[in-house]
């Protein structure tokens, strides 16, 4: 293969075109990567040390919380010791921009994704004060900061709750865990649990939040080589399983651990489906091999296993049972119907109106929820035939 590239060198100068000796041995490595591996890659020492970082949950970030209430993304906290702290901003006030963007016209699902990044450039906010009204506008510095496992968790009508995650990181299944069987006790039908954009590198913890879903020693995923010899295995601890219907979100920048939990959703526990669309690809299947240049390659040297017998080995993800994209990735938002000139609304209707405006503009979150209804009406449907039919 050596000749080969020396070849086309010696060619391509012939006819005038100048060709860089590093630039094509990195080029030519990385087509044999590629080969190998159709999502593996060359990282330099810098490219690897900031992927471990945001597998680890480190962010650069200005240490503003916010969350989606009364109709917009308001403040819910400032992280102590963080640029946000010693800032004019309050808990409650309205983030109406972030670096001139509109988060309205964004449509983001998290608030999260746009305050963070993975440099430490400055972030410029336009804040609506909860106290007088007043709109201003502050650039706050972003330092490396932790992100918690959990993003986001809401009691939300209808008995259906809503749980995003950023990643799993080591230990972070507890309060995961705490939270979906406080949600299960209460008596809740339904759960979104949105893995989009999440990561992490905990395995234990990814196979701890499916075992909620799972009996007790039940195989839930495993690595094998590349000729089929299990390398590790991952079962759900003894407990019963939640009942509680869950619907994971995720989409291309579902990876890592959380990439192995939507898998073993999919492939390995009850009451559990996929929407949005295919994940990235990279379940903790990947290693580093390094090269003498001091790169790394980056590939996949072993196969995700869920307990089903589904096989992963990185060419493609994990493929949702329900698929978005297109136009119907951009649904239309939601406009709520007139009320005929009613000044009070039914308590469903008040709740209806709530959870559709708590949805809108996000076509993976509607869907979601408009499943889980349908699924809790036909299973109230379910228990009052039952019911009748013993009197």
């Known amino acids: 293969m050596g000749p080969?590239?020396?070849?086309?060198?010696?060619?391509?100068?012939?006819?005038?075109?100048?060709?860089?000796?590093?630039?094509?041995?990195?080029?030519?490595?990385?087509?044999?990567?590629?080969?190998?591996?159709?999502?593996?890659?060359?990282?330099?020492?810098?490219?690897?040390?900031?992927?471990?970082?945001?597998?680890?949950g480190v962010f650069y970030d200005a240490g503003v919380r916010a969350a989606f209430s009364n109709h917009g993304w308001r403040i819910t906290?400032?992280?102590?010791?963080?640029?946000?702290?010693?800032?004019?901003?309050k808990p409650g006030d309205l983030i109406e921009a972030v670096d001139g963007v509109l988060l309205a016209s964004q449509k983001v699902a998290c608030a999260s994704a746009p305050l963070r990044s993975a440099t430490n450039a400055p972030v410029r906010l336009k804040v609506k004060s909860a106290l007088d009204g007043v709109e201003r506008e502050l650039e706050l510095s972003r330092v490396a900061m932790p992100a918690a496992a959990i993003e986001a968790a809401e009691n939300w009508p209808f008995r259906l709750a809503y749980l995003r995650l950023n990643g799993l990181y080591e230990g972070s299944a507890k309060d995961i865990a705490a939270r979906v069987q406080e949600w299960a006790?209460?008596?809740?039908?339904?759960?979104?649990?949105?893995?989009?954009?999440?990561?992490?590198?905990?395995?234990?913890?990814?196979?701890?939040v499916a075992g909620l879903w799972a009996d007790s020693g039940a195989t839930l995923f495993k690595f094998t080589a590349a000729n089929g010899k299990e390398l590790n295995v991952f079962k759900a601890r003894s407990q019963e399983p939640v009942e509680l219907t869950v619907i994971a979100l995720v989409d291309g920048e579902t990876s890592?651990?959380?990439?192995?939990?939507?898998?073993?959703?999919?492939?390995?526990?009850?009451?559990?489906?996929?929407?949005?669309?295919?994940?990235?690809?990279?379940?903790?299947?990947r290693e580093l091999l390094p090269l003498p240049s001091g790169d790394r390659i980056y590939a996949a040297t072993r196969?995700?296993?869920?307990?089903?017998?589904?096989?992963?080995?990185?060419?493609?993800?994990?493929?949702?049972?329900?698929?978005?994209g297109g136009a119907e990735a951009a649904a239309p938002d939601y406009?709520?119907?007139?009320?005929?000139?009613?000044?009070?609304?039914?308590?469903?209707?008040?709740?209806d109106r709530?959870?559709?405006?708590?949805?809108?503009?996000?076509?993976?979150?509607?869907?979601?929820?408009?499943?889980?209804?349908?699924?809790?009406?036909?299973?109230?449907?379910?228990?009052?035939?039952?019911?009748?039919?013993a009197r």
């Open 77 to 89: 906290a400032l992280v102590k010791g963080s640029p946000a702290e010693s800032s004019f901003f």
């Open 335 to 351: 406009e709520p119907e007139p009320l005929g000139g009613r000044s009070e609304t039914l308590p469903a209707e008040r709740d």
């Open 256 to 285: 890592e651990a959380s990439e192995v939990l939507a898998a073993t959703l999919a492939g390995s526990v009850r009451c559990a489906m996929l929407i949005g669309q295919p994940t990235c690809g990279d379940p903790r299947i």
């Open 303 to 324: 196969r995700l296993v869920t307990g089903d017998g589904r096989r992963y080995d990185g060419r493609e993800g994990v493929v949702p049972d329900i698929r978005l």
């Open 4 to 56: 080969a590239i020396l070849e086309t060198m010696t060619l391509l100068r012939k006819q005038g075109l100048t060709v860089e000796g590093k630039k094509a041995q990195r080029a030519a490595i990385e087509a044999v990567v590629k080969a190998a591996d159709p999502r593996g890659r060359v990282l330099s020492e810098k490219d690897w040390a900031r992927s471990q970082q945001e597998q680890q």
């Open 354 to 389: 709530l959870l559709r405006e708590r949805v809108r503009g996000d076509a993976a979150l509607q869907r979601a929820v408009d499943i889980l209804r349908g699924l809790k009406t036909l299973n109230q449907r379910a228990l009052v035939t039952e019911k009748n039919s």
């Open 185 to 208: 006790r209460a008596g809740y039908f339904g759960l979104v649990l949105d893995l989009r954009g999440a990561n992490g590198m905990s395995l234990r913890d990814a196979a701890d």
